[in-house]
Every structure is written in structure tokens, then in C-alpha cells.
T-cell receptor, first 112, second 116 residues
Framework: GENVEQHPSTLSVQEGDSAVIKCTYSDSASNYFPWYKQELGKRPQLIIDIRSNVGEKKDQRIAVTLNKTAKHFSLHITETQPEDSAVYFCAASLRGGNKLTFGTGTQLKVEL | NAGVTQTPKFRVLKTGQSMTLLCAQDMNHEYMYWYRQDPGMGLRLIHYSVGEGTTAKGEVPDGYNVSRLKKQNFLLGLESAAPSQTSVYFC???????????????FGPGTRLTVL
């Protein structure tokens, strides 16, 4: 089955700096790569996703890049703010969003 | 719309006891899922359902059973709870993809289960 590795497990940045979280996947047939944000004690919520036919996608301060050849994808957050502090999970799916395999999460802390 | 709801929010069980977690969604989604979340291990799929009356095993199905008798409900059962099942359980749902569509999974608020 699919295996998703995520790094780093913790990331601390100063407010205003950029943050980058990286994931690798094992199954070259995976075609959908969402990113979820989970605030403390809350449910995971989708913040951005990318399909296998796209190399990059941006939504305001967040962007995701996909390298199918290397089988890795990354989340980029620019101009970080304290409200960006949360756990971020990457995931991969063979079936367009169903049967997601999640990474182990990155605890992002944005310090003032 | 309430979205995805879960009951109960918290539960403490003794080893060997049984219980059922209920997930309900009002978005007319075809697909429903049960995950468990443990520290440092992310979200792992327990069982899922692609429609009313169907269920399938996920990554970590042992010790759990599920049922989808109604489209809007997905039940997760623990027949004989073990301390290893102490976890936070999340239910999720998504619209059935077809023709290459990609679909967001919407999560419930979670159930924190402790097995002593």
C-alpha cells in the first residue's frame, strides 16, 4: 500500500518568516495530495490540495508543489502569523480523495 | 447544516467492555470513513464505506467492526476494548467521486476514548 513520510515533525519559525513542510510518497499511481490543518483539540480541515496533473498551486499565503518524478510534494506558508500555529498533515490518495494515507504530521509553531 | 457529527465526545471504558461510536452526516455524501489518531502516528484509516450497506477494511481494522445501514450514519463498534484502542477517533465523509473528480473529506469533531 501507499506510504507517506513527512518532515519535519516540529517546526518553529518567527512571525513573518516562511515555513516549508515536505512529504514523500511511495506509490507512483497516487493522483491526489491534500494538506490538512488541525488546531489543538479541533478536527482536521482541508487547506489546499493538488492533483497529479498540476505542478504547483497557490492560495493567498499558502502554496503546494508536486514533483511526480521524485514522488514528493511540499507545503509552503509565507508571511507566517500566530494563527498558522497548528499541526499540518499531508496525505496521498490513489482514488481522487478516497482512502487517504496520511503523513505523521508537522507541529508548526509561529513565534512572536 | 450540521456537517459531520460524532457521539459521544468522550468515553472511558474498562478492558473487555464494548461500545459503539456513532457518526452522522447531513451532506448526502456517499463515502464515509473512520480514522484513529495517535500521537506521532497521524491519522490511520480503520474502515470505510462507499455507500449504504457496504463496508471495507482500511489500514488498521483489527478489533473494530462497522455498519452502514443508513446512508447518513456510519457506526464503529469495539466488541472487547483493549488499552491499545485508547485513541481519538475521527469520522469523515466525502462525495462519491466519478469521472475523475476529486473530493474533500470533511471530518467530525472526534471522540476521545480511553480504555483502562
Amino acid at each position: 500500500g501507499e506510504n507517506v513520510e513527512q518532515h519535519p515533525s516540529t517546526l518553529s519559525v518567527q512571525e513573518g518568516d516562511s515555513a516549508v513542510i515536505k512529504c514523500t510518497y511511495s506509490d507512483s499511481a497516487s493522483n491526489y495530495f491534500p494538506w490538512y490543518k488541525q488546531e489543538l483539540g479541533k478536527r482536521p480541515q482541508l487547506i489546499i490540495d493538488i492533483r497529479s496533473n498540476v505542478g504547483e498551486k497557490k492560495d493567498q499565503r499558502i502554496a503546494v508543489t508536486l514533483n511526480k518524478t521524485a514522488k514528493h510534494f511540499s507545503l509552503h506558508i509565507t508571511e507566517t502569523q500566530p494563527e498558522d500555529s497548528a499541526v499540518y498533515f499531508c496525505a496521498a490518495s490513489l482514488r481522487g480523495g478516497n482512502k487517504l494515507t496520511f503523513g505523521t504530521g508537522t507541529q508548526l509553531k509561529v513565534e512572536l | 447544516n450540521a456537517g459531520v457529527t460524532q457521539t459521544p465526545k468522550f468515553r472511558v471504558l474498562k478492558t473487555g467492555q464494548s461500545m459503539t461510536l456513532l457518526c452522522a452526516q447531513d451532506m448526502n455524501h456517499e463515502y464515509m470513513y473512520w480514522y484513529r489518531q495517535d500521537p506521532g502516528m497521524g491519522l490511520r484509516l480503520i474502515h470505510y464505506s462507499v455507500g449504504e450497506g457496504t463496508t471495507a477494511k482500511g489500514e488498521v481494522p483489527d478489533g473494530y467492526n462497522v455498519s452502514r445501514l443508513k446512508k447518513q450514519n456510519f457506526l464503529l463498534g469495539l466488541e472487547s476494548a483493549a488499552p491499545s484502542q485508547t485513541s481519538v477517533y475521527f469520522c469523515a465523509s466525502s462525495y462519491s467521486p466519478s469521472g475523475g473528480l476529486y473530493n474533500e473529506q470533511f471530518f467530525g469533531p472526534g471522540t476521545r476514548l480511553t480504555v483502562l
